[in-house]
T-cell receptor, first 114, second 113 residues
């Protein structure tokens, strides 16, 4: 069973619109979450991390975490064509050492149409 | 800032061949990782190295070997390439293993004929 599940698989929004990406974990031991973005032909790049319940805002990007429901989301305001990419949710356990390694979801492909 | 370099960018191999992929980082990070990316399957961890001289198996280690030659370099070997295999291998590094952001290289694209 996939421990980190993302939805939707693909998403298309108009330029200037809001994109909302979702991530759910089936493992209650996951406590730390990241969003990574991968443009075609490149390696993933970390967008933001969120470790506490609530919202975290960085520019046009807002992440929301609800540990009780094991749900984390990413909202992109004023979407730009350059935001078109594959977005990964990743999670790790609370303990350190080898348990801190990341588990990735399968990704959401975002297309922003101009 | 820093950079992760992966060589080669493209690798075409034959079935049964042993293939080696190399990764270098100049972040001075302790921890390095190798992931495999297949279309529609996300990133799966093959091997990681918490510090120099350490080697840990990930979820997908069967069929692979790894070597942490020094702090800045981490190699991955496909022990016997499978026919029609096609994937991207991504190297990453982080300051340490504990809840730290990972920085990725551009990847090596493998095709086995």
């Amino acid at each position: 069973q996939q421990k980190v599940q993302q939805s939707p698989e693909s998403l298309s929004v108009p330029e200037g619109g809001m994109a909302s990406l979702n991530c759910t974990s089936s493992d209650r031991n996951f406590q730390y979450f990241w969003w990574y973005r991968q443009h075609s032909g490149e390696g993933p790049k970390a967008l933001m991390s969120i470790f506490s319940d609530g919202d975290k805002k960085e520019g046009r990007f807002t992440a929301h975490l609800n540990k009780a429901s094991l749900h984390v989301s990413l909202h992109i305001r004023d979407s730009q064509p350059s935001d078109s990419a594959l977005y990964f949710c990743a999670a790790s356990y609370n303990s350190g050492g080898s348990n801190a390694k990341l588990t990735f979801g399968k990704g959401t492909k975002l297309s922003v149409k101009s | 800032g820093g950079i992760i370099t992966q060589t080669p960018k493209f690798l075409i191999g034959q079935e049964g061949q042993k293939l080696t992929l190399k990764c270098q980082q100049n972040f001075n990070h302790d921890t390095m990782y190798w992931y495999r990316q297949d279309s529609g399957k996300g990133l799966r961890l093959i091997y990681y190295s918490i510090t120099e001289n350490d080697l840990q198996k990930g979820d997908l280690s069967e069929g692979y070997d790894a070597s942490r030659e020094k702090k800045s370099s981490f190699s991955l070997t496909v022990t016997s390439a499978q026919k029609n295999e096609m994937a991207v291998f991504l190297c990453a590094s982080s300051r340490d293993i504990n809840q730290d952001t990972q920085y990725f290289g551009p990847g090596t694209r493998l095709l086995v004929l």
